[in-house]
């Protein structure tokens, strides 16, 4: 009967333990708003290829000389690994970032696109509410 016991909580653990990540993860649209563009020209200081979520790290500057720091993230890293755009970001190269917005307010964003120095633009994310393929 003991046994049985100890059987039934250690099952009860390992559900619970396996479950719990899908109820971390969170909506794009909680943490920012996907609605909205913002834009900025920055300097590339850090680039992070981590999971859950990429992040590219920027000094902005203003026309008052101030730097202003950065964050922008995106989708996971495997696909950029996988497609060959981990090793087109250079830190120490200048940027403009469009991003979809914190909703706290904070200098962090959504990557949406990258206009490089040549003029190439790297989309990384789209949403548009008037695009069926966006549905």
């Known amino acids: ?68 720091k950065w964050e922008v993230t995106g989708a996971g890293a495997g696909p950029l690994r996988q497609s060959g755009m981990s090793r087109i970001f250079k830190v120490g190269d200048t940027y403009k970032v469009t991003y979809a917005p914190a909703r706290d307010g904070s200098h962090l964003g959504r990557v949406v696109d990258f206009t490089f120095a040549d003029g190439r633009v790297v989309t990384l994310f789209h949403e548009d509410p008037n695009n069926p393929n966006d549905n």
Do not use: C
Not at 41 to 62: C, E, M, Q
């Open 1 to 68: 009967m003991r046994h049985r016991l100890y059987g039934s909580l250690l099952v009860i653990a390992m559900l619970v333990a396996l479950v719990a990540p899908a109820f971390a993860h969170h909506a794009l649209q909680a943490e920012y708003d996907t609605t909205k563009r913002g834009g900025f020209t920055g300097t590339l200081t850090k680039f992070a290829l981590i999971n859950p979520h990429v992040r590219w790290y920027f000094d902005v500057k203003s026309p008052d000389g101030s730097i202003t």
